[in-house]
């Protein structure tokens, strides 16, 4: 039987990204699994510089002044590095969710953040508009989009002060002017490999303007310096994430996944809304096209359509356990057939209520 993974990470990914990540493992180079050659050797480094450099091709970033960093610690690290490297007076954050609240948290560890606007009032089920950013800051951090609550920013403000985004669960998932960013970073395993490595796209000009000493580890400008390789990287995390950039290239890009994930955001939200049923968490204006959040409005049918699910090979569509409900993450790798099953229980939970 067929699974359908609507885990919300770590992630789908493709079959043909899956097999050839376990190829490596058995022989890499000349007999050698990839996970017990040197980092160091010639083989790991071009795939280390294939990585960075497919990252900036597929956002659109290349010769424009940034650099693509593969680190670890996942998204949560760069919660603190972010700040340790950008933060001097004073910050502004938008609040969209358990994650930028947890990435405002860290940065007050440092110094003054000031949150230039939350939905934590209605359970970040929505994403706040039309908010100030004093021209006056370090810079201004946002999420893009919100795997638990089912959120996603469709525009982003135009400001003065670099714009650093967490894109963790929808990098590589849709069009956007990329460059309108001067710090992006993202924790692999929602969209883009397995867990054990995040990517940072950062320009470097906004770098080396803090008056602190920053720990080497944590020194983005280091990273840049050692392409990535400043301590062990996490070879397997990283091979896998460039094998899955490949994929994405090859099929068409940016623009190619958009269109799919359009479509599946479109069958699922419409299943939501049409069905008595069900109803959606997030303001439809807000609603991310990766995670679609929604609860069952009987309670008494929770037990039939858990069982429907499991037999129909649905799975992680459990919500978070803060919100409660379900949540069926639509990333790139997971096909339009998957969406079309989940949907199919949903509508023949209907016919038997």
Not at 105 to 131: H, Q, R, T
Not at 187 to 204: D, H, R, S
Not at 318 to 343: F, I, P
Request: a negative charge; one cysteine or more.
């Amino acid at each position: 039987m067929k699974l359908h993974n609507f885990s919300a990470g770590p992630c789908v990914l493709p079959k043909e990204v899956i097999l050839k990540a376990s190829e490596a493992l058995l022989d890499f180079d000349n007999g050698l699994s990839l996970i017990e050659i040197s980092h160091r050797s010639k083989a790991f480094v071009d795939v280390m510089e294939k990585a960075r450099s497919l990252a900036l091709e597929l956002l659109g970033l290349e010769g424009k002044g940034y650099k693509a960093l593969f680190l670890q610690g996942g998204a949560s690290m760069q919660f603190l590095q972010v700040a340790l490297n950008l933060l001097e007076k004073r910050a502004g954050y938008l609040n969209t969710g358990t994650w930028s609240d947890k990435a405002i948290k860290e940065a007050k560890l440092y110094d003054d953040i000031y949150e230039v606007a939350s939905s934590k009032d209605a359970g970040y089920n929505y994403i706040p508009k039309g908010y100030d950013i004093p021209s006056d800051y370090d810079y201004f951090h946002c999420t893009s989009n919100n795997t638990i609550f089912g959120t996603q920013m469709k525009q982003f403000p135009k400001c003065d002060i670099p714009m650093v985004c967490d894109m963790s669960s929808d990098i590589f998932s849709r069009t956007l002017d990329f460059s309108q960013f001067d710090l992006i970073y993202a924790g692999a395993q929602k969209n883009m490999g397995p867990a054990g490595t995040t990517l940072v796209i950062v320009k470097e000009d906004i770098l080396g303007k803090v008056s602190r000493k920053i720990p080497s580890m944590m020194d983005y400008k280091i990273h840049i310096g050692k392409s990535s390789m400043f301590n062990t990287p996490p070879v397997f995390a990283v091979y896998t994430s460039m094998l899955t950039m490949e994929w994405l290239k090859n099929l068409g890009g940016i623009k190619a996944i958009e269109e799919e994930n359009e479509k599946k955001a479109r069958l699922m939200y419409s299943e939501i809304d049409l069905n008595p049923l069900f109803k959606g968490y997030a303001a439809k204006d807000d609603r991310s096209y990766m995670n679609a959040t929604f609860t069952l409005l009987n309670e008494d049918l929770k037990e039939t359509f858990d069982t429907m699910c499991k037999e129909a090979g649905i799975n992680g569509i459990n919500g978070h356990r803060s919100v409660g409900g379900y949540r069926a993450s639509m990333y790139n790798a997971l096909s339009l057939d998957s969406v079309k099953a989940l949907v199919e229980i949903m509508s023949e939970l209907e016919s038997k209520a």
